[in-house]
Each structure stands twice: as structure tokens, then as C-alpha cells.
């Protein structure tokens, strides 16, 4: 099992920048795939961006795609997302994930998971 605490997220108006962090413990963060999700209210869990173990392949949502980046730094245990250009329909809230096998697009796939944290876009 890994520990992941997620932080970074905030009240940012349309066209802004936020970069969140994903902490991890307990664990190597090289030992897993990783990704990041989002929960809009009375929506369900939805792929946001993923990265393999060598942080070589990246995907992402077509929602996202230009905006986004994901990235992890293994050495200090910390998965990142840069968000540019953020638009109010990204508002949610923002869980980072880890998985032993694989970089799935389904969240129910994912072994551990962080409290998430919140990012609201203002229009």
C-alpha cells in the first residue's frame, strides 16, 4: 500500500494555472503507474491524465489535452499535474491514484487512492 495526499488546488479564475501535487509514502512511487482523476458534484469518477512507471508514456483526457500535463518525479515521491488554461467545467475535485499493474482509464481499477483536493475555475 502506498499513502498519497494530494495539495495544490485552489479558487482560480478561467484561463489560469494551477499545479497540484501528489505526495507519496509508505511506498516507492516508481514501483506504480499512476494517474490522476477527477469527481465533478453528482457526476462520476472521471480519467483525467495517466503516466506509466519510467514516467515515459503519458495519456490524457480529450478534455484536457493541451492543458495538461502530468508528470512524476520518482526521486521525491511526487506525482504532479500542471493545469493551464483551466475553463469552469474543470472544476472538481482532484484525486491522484496509484496502480500496480497497469495505467487504466477506469478509476475502479486503481489500488490507492489520496483524500483529494479541490479546484474550483470561476468564470
Known amino acids: 500500500q502506498v499513502q498519497l495526499v494530494e495539495s495544490g488546488g485552489g479558487l482560480v479564475q478561467a484561463g489560469g494555472s494551477l499545479r497540484l501535487s501528489c505526495a507519496a509514502s509508505?511506498?516507492?512511487?516508481?514501483?506504480?503507474?499512476m494517474g490522476w482523476f477527477r469527481q465533478a458534484p453528482g457526476k462520476e469518477r472521471e480519467f483525467v491524465a495517466t503516466?506509466?512507471?519510467?514516467?515515459?508514456?503519458?495519456s490524457y483526457a480529450d478534455s484536457v489535452k493541451g492543458r495538461f500535463t502530468i508528470s512524476r518525479d520518482n526521486d521525491k515521491n511526487t506525482l504532479y499535474l500542471q493545469m493551464n488554461s483551466l475553463k469552469p467545467e474543470d472544476t472538481a475535485v482532484y484525486y491522484c491514484?496509484?496502480?500496480?499493474?497497469?495505467?487504466?482509464?477506469?478509476?475502479?481499477?486503481?489500488?490507492?487512492w489520496g483524500q483529494g483536493t479541490q479546484v474550483t475555475v470561476s468564470s
Open positions: 491514484a496509484a496502480s500496480t499493474w497497469y495505467t487504466y482509464t477506469d478509476y475502479r481499477k486503481y489500488d490507492d
Open positions: 509508505g511506498r516507492m512511487l516508481s514501483t506504480y503507474a
Open positions: 503516466i506509466t512507471w519510467s514516467g515515459s508514456n503519458t
